[in-house]
C-alpha cells in the first residue's frame, strides 16, 4: 500500500480528505500534522483529533505543527469554516470532542521519522519483490513504474517508492521539514492542494493556502523534491451539489427526494461539472473559473444507494455549512471541495490530466504576494519544477469519496 503522512488544517473540506486517506484500501495513512490557517493552529489541531474519531480513525495519531507562517501574521479563514473551523449549520461545534491529545514534541520530527520508517519498508518490499522476480526468473529492479516527471527532477526514486506528502493547508511544516531534513526530498512525493493559474480566492491572483504562507510555499516549489499542485481550476470543477449531498446523507436522510436513489450515483452530476469546466485546453486559456453548474441532473444509473445513518448525516451537516457560506462569500451555488481532490490523485493518478511546468512564488509584490506564477506556455528559462493538475475527472472522484463514506459508516 501506499503510505501517506497528510499535514492539513481542518476545515470541512480537510476533513473529508482525512475520511478519504483513512478509507480507502491500498493507502496507509501514517498520520495526521496541522498547520493554522483556515482556524487557529489550536482549534484545527483539536478538530483533527474530532474527524478521526468521526469517522473511525481513532487509531491514527495527530501532531500539531506551526502555529503562524514563516514570516507573516496568520491567516485565517472564519468566514467559510465558521468560528471553530468545523461549524455545522447555522454555526457552532457539530462533531463530540475527542478525548484524545495531540503527540507530544515537533511536528517536522514526528513526520520525519514516520516518513523514514515508512520509506525503509518500501525499500524492504521493492528488495523482497526483486528477489521474488529473481527466483521466478525474470529481470528484477524497476519497481513500479518511473515517476512522470523524474526528468526534470532533481531525485532518482520513482514514485511507486516514495511516501506521500499531502498537503492541504499552509505550506510551512513542508517547508520546514524539508529544510531541517533535506535528504527528505529523496523519500518523498509531495501533492498540494493550492495555488491556481488564473483567478484566486482571497485574493484576486492568489489561493489561500499559498497566500498564507508564500515563502513557505517558495522553499517548497524550490526544493526539488518532486510536486504534484492541485490548483483552483481544478477544485472548482469538484462540486459539492445536492444530488452529492443527497447521495452522502444515504436514503431516508435529510434531502432525500424521489431522486436519491439514483443520486447515489452522485457522480451524474459531477460529470456535468466536469463537462461544465471544460477541456484541459479551455483551463489553460480562460482566466475565469468555471461556472458551478445548475443546471438539473440526469442521475448516473447502476450505483446502489446506501441507507440513511447518524454518521452519513454528520458529513452531510458539516458539507452543507461549507455549501451556505460558499453561497454567501463566493455566490457559489455549489461548494467545492478542494482538499480531498488531492488524496484522490495519490489513489488515482489516472484520473487526473497534468502538464509539468514551471511555477514560481510571488513573495514581493504587495498586489499579488502568494500568486503561484505558472509558465504554461515554456516562455520561462527556467526548469519546470511543479506536476500541475490541469484536469480531473470529477466522477471518479466522486466515486471514491462515496466508497470511503461507505466504507467509514460501516465501520
Ligand atoms: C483551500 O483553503 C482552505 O480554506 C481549504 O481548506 C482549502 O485547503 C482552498 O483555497
Ligand atoms: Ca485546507
Redesign the pocket.
Known sequence: SIPVWLD???????ATAILLAGHTPGLELLGVSTIG??QTLAKVTKNALDVLDAVGLSHIDVVAGQPRPLMRPPLL?PE??GDTGLDGPGGGRLLPRSPRSPLPGKAITVISRAIEAAYEQLQRERTGQQQQQQQRGGEGGGGEGSWRSSSSSSSSSPSGERVRLVC??ALTNAALLLTVYPELSEMVEVVI??GCMGVG??GPVV???IQTDPEAAKIVFESGVPLTMVP?EV?HTVLATPQVLAAIGGIGGMGATAATAAAAGAVGIAAEAAAAAGPASAALSTAAPPPPSSSPVAPAAGTAAAAASPFRHTIQQLLLFFAETYKRVFRFEHPPL??PVAVAYVIRPDLFECRRMRVDVETCSSLSYGQTVCDVWGQSAAPPNVNVVLQVDVEGVWRLLLEAVARADAG
Open positions: 492539513c488544517d481542518p476545515g470541512h473540506d480537510d490557517g483556515n479563514c467559510i469554516h492541504t493547508g492542494m493550492g480566492n482571497t489561493e489561500f493556502n483552483l477544485t478542494h482538499d
